[in-house]
């Protein structure tokens, strides 16, 4: 069993930026892919960004592109989530996921993809 701790929510002006982290738990933290969903209130659980294990490839939503930026610490069994030049349309609880699976290099953008999941930290951007 995988334990997934999220920190790093708040609430933050357009245009600001926040750092999300996402500290796991065990010993296999640096084989499996990980990825960040996020989830507004009466929308869908929405794919954010995905990082493989060793940092080769990364993907992201669209609307993200060029703004948010995901890496990882293999040392530390942790993954981050650089947000800048947030909009408010960027508000949602954010949740950090591990895969499912080895992927090898590949990364996973469905919630179906990952089997852990952390509780969620809530971003919340004003205009």
């Known amino acids: 069993q995988v334990q997934l701790v999220e920190s790093g929510g708040g609430l933050v002006q357009a245009g600001g930026s926040l750092r999300l982290s996402c500290a796991a738990s065990?010993?296999?933290?640096?084989?499996?892919?990980m990825g960040w969903f996020r989830q507004a209130p009466g929308k869908a659980r929405e794919f954010v960004a995905a990082?493989?294990?060793?940092?080769?490839?990364?993907r992201y939503v669209d609307s993200t592109k060029g703004r948010f930026t995901i890496s990882r610490d293999n040392a530390k069994n942790t993954v981050y989530l650089f947000m800048n030049s947030l909009k408010p349309e960027d508000t949602a609880v954010y949740y950090c996921a591990y895969a499912r699976a080895l992927y090898g290099d590949l990364v996973a953008v469905a919630p179906s993809a990952f089997e852990y999941w952390g509780q969620g930290t809530q971003v919340t951007v004003s205009s």
């Open positions: 065990g010993s296999t933290f640096n084989m499996y892919a």
């Open positions: 990082i493989s294990w060793n940092s080769g490839n990364r």
